[in-house]
Nanobody
Framework: QVQLVESGGGLVQAGDSLRLSCATS????????AGWFRQAPGKERELVAA????????YYADSVKGRFTISRDHAKNTVYQQMNSLKPEDTAVYYC????????????????????WGQGTQVTVSS
């Protein structure tokens, strides 16, 4: 069982930056690929960014390309999402997710492919 804990959300103004963190203390994340999803009220959960197990490949939704950066630190068992130039439409609950992955460079894009989820952290961007 992998327990994921997100942090770093908050209330910011448009144009500001936030860095989300996703950590696990009970097991190493080095065997897992990871992703950040978000869900706004009345909308479906969507993949924002994903990173492969060894960090060699990443994926970004078109809506965040050039503004968000996903990264990971294996030594700290943590996955990050740096969010710059935030917009009101980025307002959502952000979830960290992970799945065990034998292929080091694979990035998965569907929510059902992820086995472990954090509790979510709220990001609110005011205009």
């Amino acid at each position: 069982q992998v327990q994921l804990v997100e942090s770093g959300g908050g209330l910011v103004q448009a144009g500001d930056s936030l860095r989300l963190s996703c950590a696990t203390s009970r097991r190493t994340l080095s065997s897992y690929a990871a992703g950040w999803f978000r869900q706004a009220p009345g909308k479906e959960r969507e993949l924002v960014a994903a990173i492969s197990r060894i960090g060699s490949n990443t994926y970004y939704a078109d809506s965040v390309k050039g503004r968000f950066t996903i990264s990971r630190d294996h030594a700290k068992n943590t996955v990050y999402q740096q969010m710059n130039s935030l917009k009101p439409e980025d307002t959502a609950v952000y979830y960290c997710a992970a799945h065990e992955e034998l292929l080091g460079g694979l990035v998965r894009k569907k929510a059902h492919e992820y086995d472990y989820w954090g509790q979510g952290t709220q990001v609110t961007v005011s205009s």
